[in-house]
T-cell receptor, first 110, second 112 residues
């Protein structure tokens, strides 16, 4: 990809379990974002974390950022079948230029 | 509020034909982005505009691709002539400068 990579590429869990996805990127960033994409749909913004932040929460989502390791993680707690989607991280290495990783495909089994 | 609107949602065309994809950003947003998504290459940033001005088109694959934004409420991405390797889903996204991108539902292009 142009900037980052998610890990794992695919993840299958049972409803109620937690899901953790990781993102690594290559250059210094201003902020990092996570997006969700349901099959056949556009991407939807989930959460943004700035380079001077280490952790951020939004509902069942928890995002961490380690700029020294150039990595971020997205934790979805108490997953639901409706969380089944692909998840992407996006970074802006320069003003307004957002690059997306290759995505993690999450399957939550009911 | 209406989101980002893209048309057509699906386009099937033959190699060599001209393709025009259209995008209406969210009113009040001053940045507009065109992305291409394929299984092989993921999401690629093709070009972005700020206040209707193209800022960076380094992601445009070749001269067959061109993009315009004649006003704040409309943008086009044109491929002429189209080739089978251009088959992909093309997304338009807009932003008001806060960092959050709002995506359209995409235009799925198939070039035979």
């Amino acid at each position: 990809s142009q900037q980052g990579e998610e890990d794992p590429q695919a993840l299958s869990i049972q409803e109620g379990e937690n899901a953790t996805m990781n993102c690594s990127y290559k250059t210094s960033i201003n902020n990092l974002q996570w997006y969700r994409q349901n099959s056949g749909r556009g991407l939807v913004h989930l959460i943004l974390i700035r380079s001077n932040e280490r952790e951020k929460h939004s509902g069942r989502l928890r995002v961490t950022l380690d700029t020294s390791k150039k990595s971020s993680s997205l934790l979805i707690t108490a997953s639901r079948a409706a969380d089944t989607a692909s998840y992407f991280c996006a970074t802006d290495a320069s003003f307004n230029k957002f690059y997306f990783g290759s995505g993690t495909k999450l399957n939550v089994k009911p | 509020d209406a989101g980002v609107i893209q048309s057509p949602r699906h386009e099937v065309t033959e190699m060599g034909q001209e393709v025009t994809l259209r995008c209406k950003p969210i009113s009040g947003h001053n940045s507009l982005f065109w992305y291409r998504q394929t299984m092989m290459r993921g999401l690629e940033l093709l070009i972005y505009f700020n206040n209707n001005v193209p800022i960076d088109d380094s992601g445009m694959p070749e001269d067959r691709f061109s993009a315009k934004m004649p006003n704040a409420s409309f943008s086009t991405l044109k491929i002429q002539p189209s080739e089978p390797r251009d088959s992909a889903v093309y997304f338009c996204a807009s932003s008001r400068g806060t960092g959050e991108l709002f995506f359209g539902e995409g235009s799925r292009l198939t070039v035979l």
